[in-house]
């Protein structure tokens, strides 16, 4: 089972506001990831890092922004949410041997709903 | 284009059935492919991982295989239990500079009746 946790797991809120999505993993792993999941659609990356102090934009464009301050933690923050920001966030590590992309270990992700 | 194709889009088997999924790739160059299992409202997990020079691999009741030539792979459960209803994602890696991709499909829901 890995350790990789997501807060909150659900969370309703109302347009505009801001929020931040929490990720941890006592996995100590290098790399982490932020993906974007709607129903029956693929994973679209959003954010991934490579370590401390390391943050990139991923393959859909998103208005969020995240910070790798710790190794353990990377949360994702929307300054301001919109309806349009509904979906599923799923965090995900993987350790630095196999490449950029080994094996990914999955929180259990994070349901935004944005009224 | 890099594309993961997935079929069927969704799936249901009596328990105790044997069922394959398929995955069809034109990613290149190939790294290696995953297939991983979602079960609904959890983070996807990580059954097996093919690369270039393997056929086929086991874990358990899941089988995959791989044909890098037509890029084609399969994974085949058998003996369903009511537990394998989940989504099940193919997930492909580039060897594309030092950055590499993955390119995700979108998955086969599988239903398991009793």
């Known amino acids: 089972e890995a350790d990789i946790y997501q807060t909150p797991r659900y969370l309703v809120i109302g347009t505009g506001k801001k929020i931040t999505l929490e990720c941890s993993q006592t996995?100590?792993?290098?790399?982490m990831y932020w993906y974007q999941q709607d129903p029956g659609m693929e994973l679209h990356l959003i954010h991934y890092s490579y370590g401390v102090n390391s943050t990139e934009k991923g393959d859909l464009s998103s208005e969020s922004t995240v910070s790798r301050i710790r190794t353990e933690h990377f949360p994702l923050t929307l300054e301001s949410a919109r309806p349009s920001h509904t979906s599923q966030y799923l965090c995900a590590s993987s350790p630095r041997a196999g490449g950029l992309y080994g094996e990914l270990f999955f929180g259990e992700g994070s349901r935004l709903t944005v009224l | 284009k890099n594309q993961v194709e997935q079929s069927p889009q969704s799936l249901i088997i009596l328990e105790g059935k044997n069922c394959t999924l398929q995955c069809n790739y034109t990613v290149s160059p190939f790294s290696n492919l995953r297939w991983y299992k979602q079960d609904t409202g959890r983070g996807p997990v990580s059954l097996t991982i093919m690369t270039f020079s393997e056929n086929t691999k086991s874990n358990g009741r899941y089988t995959a295989t791989l044909d890098a030539d037509t890029k084609q792979s399969s994974l085949h459960i058998t003996a369903s239990q009511l537990s394998d209803s989940a989504s099940y994602i193919c997930v492909v890696s580039d060897r594309g500079s030092t950055l590499g991709r993955l390119y995700f499909g979108r998955g086969t829901q599988l239903t398991v009746w009793p």
């Open positions: 996995m100590g792993h290098d790399k």
